[in-house]
């Protein structure tokens, strides 16, 4: 099992930015793909942006705007959300997946990550 420990979350007004850092630990060794998804209140679950290697893939709504990274040596995944909007205001999850077929396919399905961060609350005011 792998343990996600997810932070940064913050308030801020929109326009601003925030980081968030998700440190991975125990059986690191089984994840081949991270991603960052995110719940708003009284909606769904939805994927934010995977990475797998050196390739990402975000949803529309922020592409141009987040930026998903990853330090294997620090075991620690981010994501750079800058441009922030009201309608981003939700908890954020970060998630790892032990099984990567065709990957680019699923990243952004959530039954298909095995282990998830308690996640960080960003909330972004008008």
């Known amino acids: 099992q792998v343990q996600l420990v997810d932070s940064g979350g913050g308030s801020v007004q929109a326009g601003g930015s925030l980081r968030l850092s998700c440190v991975a630990s125990?059986?690191?060794?089984?994840?081949?793909?991270m991603a960052w998804f995110r719940q708003a209140p009284g909606k769904e679950r939805e994927g934010v942006a995977g990475?797998?290697?050196?390739?990402?893939r975000y949803v529309d709504s922020v592409k141009g705007r987040f930026t998903i990274s990853q330090d294997n040596a620090k075991n620690t995944l981010y994501l750079q959300m800058n441009s922030l909007k009201p309608e981003d205001t939700a908890m954020y999850y970060c998630?790892?997946?032990?099984?990567?077929?065709?990957?680019?396919?699923?990243?952004?399905?959530?039954?298909?990550?095995?282990?998830w961060g308690q996640g960080t609350q960003v909330t972004v005011s008008s």
């Open positions: 998630a790892a997946m032990a099984s990567c077929g065709i990957w680019y396919l699923r990243w952004y399905r959530q039954n298909d990550y095995s282990d």
């Open positions: 125990g059986y690191t060794y089984r994840r081949c793909s």
């Open positions: 990475i797998y290697g050196s390739s990402t």
